[in-house]
């Protein structure tokens, strides 16, 4: 569900603006630091849990309103070069805030432990992760299926310029966009930190994942990042209890099959 | 015409040529650079542990102000990138491009045992701290020298501490890093582990730099073992004592870090999930040694913490290399390598001494148990050291039947 999430940010945004957001890995370890350090303030989780990602989503609109939107007309390299320069700083600008050394956030003592499931014994907070990421991927997809706002988007990702001939602000389209993909990112990194821990780099892998869910989904297709991400994470799992090693591997294994089959993705048309 | 003569121009001659042959000997009369190469990993697996390891190695080197034996001190460092392949690359470059003749390093020992090897081609001196017995075992020989204590003096130290705490906790489920480091360290657990009456309800292996040990720690709890002990390092171990917590394990049963780097990966956890966690480690920062309090001194001024495992074993290894050069009078390979065979001295972690046989350095090993969080008296004071033991690879199990010559 987490690599859905991902997948879905990054796909709103290589949808709607056209950008492959190389920064989306750095937003994500962003993401946790903010929930660790609002932690530290508030003393609140679940406080810290709904102010870390919007705060992650108002760097992301400031992102594309001062870095992004300057470079629309100069091309696709400028802008691609921009999001892989500021995955460096936003990475860079953690180890200063927060030094190199890694560092563990606790899940709230109501979600520390495990349960007896019957047959497996599980972490509560994993569960608490599965159910909360299964609710924000069913927002966001139920956000962009029945809202306007959310068919705007849908129209920006298949006709800008049409989006645009019938008066709509494009450029607010864009911000929007943008923050929206930062925002899942966000909550993606923060819901991750007590499992994982936080360390400055811990984006990297998750940036490769999240391409591979869109490279599966069909470029900007929506309800194929979500069956995308369950099914990496599904086969990723699998394949952890028999063969440990190609945990990882299977990710793009999986990524290369369904290329080589469908090239424009699972669901994608173009 | 001028007044320069044929017998003018041929004392010239003469004189430049006495120059040219004399200046060869100017040259070899300097004093040579000793050139020591700090192969440690900067990207790769152990990335973190690289920069911390070329500090210790520093700290040696400043304290001697660069100099051995009245020659200057060349200090190189080359990215080992945590694998066999790159680190032998750079260190057979360094050897054959920038004089190298003491390699220290590096980090992972399935990495240093190729490095090894690359030692005993260029025959040049190589001390090296890790958890493969392998370095003075199976595979010794005359250029490489282990500093890490012997995996059967830490298991010895780990398993019968423990079990002197802890004599009803006989349920023992392991969990071990898949490569030479794990395999070695396991193999004495189980050793001693019979002697102890302890039952290993499981084992699993897992790849170097698991990040999702979701699946291990739920075997583990579904075999409800007494104890759950961890033969990894570095993230691994942080990642599977972060996991085994939030699984609800810990504290409630307790956690043993058999081969720790210490403070590197104690920082790394809240002190909730140290509670109930058990340490074995090379080093621990309030070890009661002189040269460890004025190591531990001078690294806290210049870096603002303490030093954990590898700093201190780059320190150590550094330190025992220019002892062996003090005592060889020399700073030729060959020489410092037969000095070093015997050497005995009071260093970082006590008395240590090299066994000539092995090329294994005797010492004590340590074994902490962290401490609750409203007992702590500072955000770095993790743990109590709660025993030291020494106690050498019985013959039996000993590998190296014949270092071989030089």
Same mark, same amino acid.
């Given at each position: 569900m987490l690599y859905a999430l991902m997948g879905i940010g990054l796909s709103i945004i290589t949808g709607v603006l056209n950008i492959p957001n190389f920064a989306h890995g750095a937003l994500f370890a962003l993401g946790a630091y903010f929930l660790f350090t609002l932690i530290q303030l508030l003393g609140n989780f679940w406080l810290a849990l709904l102010l870390a990602p919007l705060g992650v989503g108002l760097l992301g609109a400031l992102i594309e309103y001062a870095g992004i939107r300057p470079l629309y007309k100069a091309g696709h390299d400028y802008q691609l070069l921009l999001t892989f320069g500021l995955s460096l700083i936003v990475t860079e600008g953690i180890i200063v805030v927060w030094s190199p050394v890694g560092m563990s956030q606790l899940p709230p003592p109501l979600l520390r432990g495990g349960v007896d499931l019957g047959i497996t014994f599980y972490p509560k907070y994993r569960l608490f992760v599965m159910a909360a990421a299964a609710l924000l991927v069913l927002g966001a997809w139920l956000f962009l299926e029945?809202? #306007?706002?959310?068919?705007?988007?849908?129209? $920006?990702?298949?006709?800008?310029?049409?989006?645009?001939?019938l008066g709509i602000d494009i450029h607010r389209l864009f911000t929007a966009a943008f923050a929206l993909g930062c925002v899942l990112a966000g909550v993606a990194g923060a819901l991750t930190a007590p499992i994982r821990g936080l360390n400055p780099w811990m984006g990297v892998d998750m940036l490769g994942i999240a391409f591979v869910v869109v490279a599966l989904a069909g470029l900007g297709n929506l309800l194929g990042s979500i069956v995308a991400g369950l099914l990496l994470g599904v086969a990723q799992s699998l394949v952890a209890l028999v063969w440990p090693e190609a945990s990882v591997a299977v990710i793009f294994a999986v990524m290369a099959a369904v290329l080589l089959a469908r090239p424009q993705g699972l669901f994608g048309i173009r | 015409?001028?007044?320069?003569?044929?017998?003018?121009?041929? @004392?010239?001659?003469?004189?430049?040529?006495?120059?040219?042959? $004399?200046?060869?000997?100017?040259?070899?009369?300097?004093?040579?650079? !000793? &050139?020591?190469?700090? =192969?440690?990993?900067?990207?790769?697996?152990? *990335?973190? &542990?690289?920069? !911390?390891l070329d500090r210790g190695m520093k700290l040696a080197l400043d304290e001697r102000g660069m100099k051995v034996q009245g020659k200057p001190i060349k200090y190189i460092t080359r990215d080992d990138e945590t694998k066999a392949g790159s680190a /032998?690359? #750079?260190?057979?470059?360094? !050897?054959?491009?920038? $004089?190298?003749?003491?390699?220290?390093?590096?980090?992972? *020992? $399935?990495?240093?045992?190729?490095?090894? %090897?690359?030692?005993? #081609?260029?025959? !040049?001196?190589?001390?090296?701290?890790?958890? /493969?017995?392998?370095?003075?075992?199976a595979r010794c020989h005359r250029y490489s020298f282990q500093w890490a204590a012997s995996p059967y003096t830490a298991a010895k130290t780990v398993v019968d501490t423990f079990m002197q705490a802890n004599p009803k906790a006989k349920r023992w489920h392991l969990l071990v890093a898949d490569y030479a480091f794990g395999w070695s360290v396991e193999k004495y657990v189980k050793e001693v582990g019979k002697g102890h009456g302890i039952e290993f309800v499981g084992a699993d292996r897992h790849p170097l730099g698991e990040r999702e040990f979701s699946n291990y720690v739920t075997k583990a709890a579904g075999n409800k073992p007494d104890v759950v002990v961890m033969i990894n390092f570095g993230l691994d171990a942080v990642t599977g004592a972060r996991e085994i917590f939030n699984f609800g394990l810990t504290p409630k049963i307790p956690l043993i870090m058999t081969?720790?780097?210490?403070? %590197?990966?104690?920082?790394q956890l809240a002190p909730e999930i140290r509670e109930n966690l058990w340490v074995g480690s090379n080093f621990y920062y309030t070890a009661d040694t002189p040269v460890a309090r004025e190591f531990v001194k001078s690294y806290q001024a210049k870096f603002g913490n303490p030093p954990g495992y590898a700093p201190a074993a780059a320190y150590g290894m550094t330190r025992m290399t220019l002892a062996a050069m003090d005592k060889a009078k020399s700073t030729e390979v060959a020489d410092v390598v037969k000095a070093c065979e015997g050497l005995e001295l009071d260093d970082l972690v006590? #008395?240590?001494?090299?066994?000539?046989?092995?090329?294994? /350095? =005797?010492?004590?090993?340590?074994?902490?148990?962290? @401490?609750?969080?409203?007992?702590?008296?500072?955000?770095?004071?993790?743990?109590?050291?709660?025993? /030291?033991?020494?106690?050498? =690879?019985?013959? %039996?199990?000993?590998?190296?039947?014949?270092?071989?010559?030089?």
């Open positions: 029945k809202t #306007r706002y959310g068919a705007i988007m849908r129209a $920006g990702i298949e006709d800008k310029e049409m989006v645009s001939l | 015409m001028s007044g320069v003569t044929r017998r003018d121009v041929l @004392k010239l001659g003469g004189g430049a040529a006495a120059a040219g042959l $004399g200046f060869p000997a100017v040259l070899r009369a300097q004093p040579k650079e !000793v &050139v020591m190469l700090g =192969l440690w990993s900067f990207t790769g697996a152990f *990335s973190d &542990v690289g920069p !911390v /032998t690359r #750079r260190a057979e470059e360094a !050897v054959d491009s920038d $004089g190298a003749k003491f390699i220290m390093g590096p980090w992972s *020992s $399935g990495v240093a045992l190729a490095v090894s %090897e690359v030692a005993k #081609r260029k025959k !040049v001196f190589h001390y090296f701290s890790g958890g /493969t017995e392998d370095i003075s075992g081969w720790s780097s210490g403070v %590197e990966e104690l920082v006590g #008395r240590m001494r090299v066994d000539p046989k092995t090329h294994q /350095t =005797l010492r004590p090993y340590f074994f902490m148990r962290c @401490k609750k969080k409203d007992a702590m008296k500072g955000p770095m004071d993790f743990a109590d050291i709660i025993a /030291t033991g020494s106690t050498p =690879l019985p013959a %039996e199990y000993a590998a190296c039947k014949d270092i071989g010559s030089l």
